[in-house]
């Protein structure tokens, strides 16, 4: 009954993201509009850059954005023979359903089928998930990177394989491709994978997590050599992380990216001055004014020396370093909020809506149930689910709050929230036999 329960959810999750990748959204936000423009510069011009239809005036450099993504649509292009988005939308989409077995896996492995059930429906109908298969969005990509990575760790940990180690890096490489925060977050878990095998000696515990580190280097390291001939400096994986550090730090917008811009605009009249000469002689509108090209203006007046992504980078530490020296409870208020932002609601449609909310902190509430039975069950996994959603949600407080950034985590989240209801359950179920008990009469 639970493999037909089991089929019946994996079908569902994947009829439904194909559909949307079949439709298209009807609005398709600006980053997938990058990411498409990127792909077709790969395509018709073999360069990383933003080309086609739709280009603005001035837009964000390709190297802003992550690899991963375009590379992969720009390789579907290829093989497909022209700009089939619609194509490159479907085969995400199954991607992306892919996450819904995956997440069953390692629910069933911590607390057993009913909780991989659970967690399995959660990742499946989660509604922006669905509604994001209909553009080109990193998030469902990376989504199912993670819980196969995730899932091959601790399939790796039981197997104690070295070939199972390189599998779980190789998926950690591509996952880093399409995010490259998660660099950051693979290197604290590979901290936490070493503590953890600690007891067995120090080839036992940094021999796996050195394959597994140098399989996610051999994926990257390419990409890398190429941004070093390009740029002439070291660049992992992309240029953008100055900018989404310059404007997560800009405490004044209240963790808003969309308040930055024009904020920053009334508060420098020099700046504002300087976009309208350019304009005027231009002839370009008001329509010009874009993020991008406010925020590399105002990086070359406050560091002129200094490359953009750079000096956006320092005035983001800069900011974040007054303002924990003048005001670090404000700070952490700050951080806060911008941590709910995140977490507090889904991004878009249905989950906006009060009802959205209301399910929204439903699931993460019952995933942090769910993390909290991992840890009073003294399981070993605790620490990888935990590390890797601290770190996570660290990086995104510190650069943009966006619910987008759940997005990535909600694999592993749906996996702990399965745990959690079903765990709840059995608590509530157990407390109300116990009611029920006869009290034996003395």
């Not at 023979?81 to 991607?95: M, P, S, T």
């Not at 553009?135 to 196969?148: I, Q, V």
């Not at 902190?361 to 996994?381: A, K, Y």
């Not at 689910?385 to 694999?411: E, H, K």
Request: aromatic share 6%.
């Amino acid at each position: 009954m639970r493999v037909i329960v089991l089929i019946l959810i994996c079908l569902a999750g994947l009829v439904l993201r194909v559909d949307s990748a079949w439709q298209g959204s009807a609005e398709n936000l600006p980053d997938s509009a990058a990411y498409e423009r990127i792909a077709r510069g790969l395509h018709d011009d073999g360069a990383f850059i933003q080309s086609g239809p739709g280009t603005p005036a001035h837009p964000q450099p390709a190297s802003n954005y992550s690899p991963g993504l375009p590379l992969l649509v720009g390789g579907i292009f290829e093989v497909a023979g022209d700009d089939n988005v619609r194509l490159a939308r479907i085969l995400l989409a199954l991607v992306g359903a892919a996450a819904i077995p995956i997440v069953f896996l390692t629910g069933r492995r911590l607390a057993g089928p009913t909780a991989g059930l659970a967690g399995a429906a959660v990742v499946a109908f989660y509604p922006t998930l669905i509604s994001n298969s209909g553009m080109l969005l990193t998030e469902p990509l990376a989504g199912t990177l993670l819980a196969g990575g995730v899932l091959a760790i601790l399939r790796a940990r039981d197997q104690e394989a070295l070939p199972a180690w390189a599998l779980a890096g190789l998926l950690l490489g591509l996952l880093t491709m399409v995010r490259p925060e998660f660099l950051i977050v693979t290197l604290f878990l590979a901290v936490t994978l070493i503590l953890l095998e600690a007891r067995g000696g120090f080839r036992h515990a940094v021999l796996p997590v050195a394959v597994m580190a140098l399989a996610l280097l051999v994926v990257i390291a390419p990409w890398t050599a190429r941004n070093l001939a390009e740029y002439g400096r070291v660049v992992p994986l992309s240029t953008g992380g100055g900018q989404t550090l310059f404007v997560g730090s800009y405490a004044p917008s209240a963790g808003n990216p969309t308040k930055v811009m024009p904020d920053l605009l009334d508060q420098n009249p020099a700046l504002k001055a300087e976009i309208d000469r350019q304009n005027r002689a231009s002839g370009e509108g008001p329509d010009s004014i874009t993020p991008e090209r406010v925020f590399t203006l105002h990086a070359n007046q406050k560091l002129p020396d200094m490359e953009t992504d750079a000096a956006l980078s320092q005035l983001g530490w800069q900011r974040y370093r007054d303002e924990l020296s003048h005001d670090p409870l404000g700070l952490l208020t700050y951080l806060s909020r911008k941590t709910l932002r995140i977490w507090g609601r889904g991004q878009s449609g249905v989950m906006e809506t009060p009802t959205g909310r209301v399910v929204q902190w439903v699931l993460v509430t019952s995933s942090l149930i769910g993390l909290l039975l991992l840890l009073t069950r003294g399981r070993p996994e605790f620490w990888i689910f935990a590390v890797i959603l601290l770190v996570a949600t660290a990086i995104g407080a510190l650069l943009v709050a966006s619910p987008r950034r759940a997005l990535v985590l909600w694999p592993l989240v749906s996996v702990l929230a399965g745990i959690g209801i079903t765990g709840g359950l059995a608590l509530a179920q157990g407390a109300l036999e116990r009611r029920r008990r006869p009290v034996p009469i003395a």
